[in-house]
T-cell receptor, first 111, second 112 residues
Framework: GQQLNQSPQSMFIQEGEDVSMNCTSS?????WLWYKQDPGEGPVLLIA?????ELTSNGRLTAQFGITRKDSFLNISASIPSDVGIYFC???????????FGTGTSLTVIP | NAGVTQTPKFRILKIGQSMTLQCTQD?????MYWYRQDPGMGLKLIYY???????DKGEVPNGYNVSRSTTEDFPLRLELAAPSQTSVYFC???????????FGQGTRLTVV
């Protein structure tokens, strides 16, 4: 199956720091999505990207759709304790109906 | 709106038993999905459906069956449970024209 690689695998940061994570694929996607999953919960959609080069913000979160369409980036500014969780990227091709999920980045924010 | 509702939340099965994981959504979404998530891993697609009466295999369909008789419901059936099916199962739905999928809260299944 399609593999989306996320890095880093895990992060431990101080409250107030900025966070960057990325997602890469060997294939092109036409939609990139970023999800957050809290323990014991289902993933919740944070940001959706539909166009190469697109930069979209949602509060302290900013995501970018890579120019090559094979990658995407998520930044979180001024992290707070409730940012703790696992962040997943997901890609969707126009020709298919399947979302392919990344391997996840686990974020821990130290107060 | 309740969104995507999954039942049960937890279940322990013995090897060889069968069960159905229920998923229903009240958003009138055409597309519905079943994923499994193993510890520390991402989500793997089991089956999906683009509308009532239509189902397709995902990446890891073996050992599972689905049906889609209505727009709202998309049950996942395990016929002969195996320890390898111990996982957390998520159902999701979305509209065809975009936005990401909305997920249920998951069913934690253990096969012993």
């Amino acid at each position: 199956g399609q593999q989306l690689n996320q890095s880093p695998q895990s992060m431990f940061i101080q409250e107030g720091e900025d966070v960057s994570m990325n997602c890469t694929s060997s294939s092109i996607f036409n939609t990139w999505l970023w999800y957050k999953q809290d323990p014991g919960e289902g993933p919740v959609l944070l940001i959706a990207l539909y166009k190469a080069g697109e930069l979209t913000s949602n509060g302290r979160l900013t995501a970018q759709f890579g120019i090559t369409r094979k990658d995407s980036f998520l930044n979180i500014s001024a992290s707070i304790p409730s940012d703790v969780g696992i962040y997943f990227c997901a890609g969707l091709r126009d020709t298919g109906n399947q979302f392919y999920f990344g391997t996840g980045t686990s974020l821990t924010v130290i107060p | 709106n309740a969104g995507v509702t999954q039942t049960p939340k937890f279940r322990i099965l013995k090897i060889g038993q069968s069960m159905t994981l229920q998923c229903t959504q009240d958003m009138n979404h055409n597309y519905m999905y079943w994923y499994r998530q193993d510890p520390g891993m991402g989500l793997k697609l089991i089956y999906y459906s683009v509308g009532a009466g239509i189902t397709d295999k995902g990446e890891v369909p073996n050992g599972y069956n689905v049906s889609r008789s209505t727009t709202e419901d998309f049950p996942l059936r395990l016929e002969l449970a195996a320890p390898s099916q111990t996982s957390v199962y998520f159902c999701a739905s979305r509209l065809p024209q975009g936005l990401g999928a909305f997920f249920g809260q998951g069913t934690r299944l253990t096969v012993v």
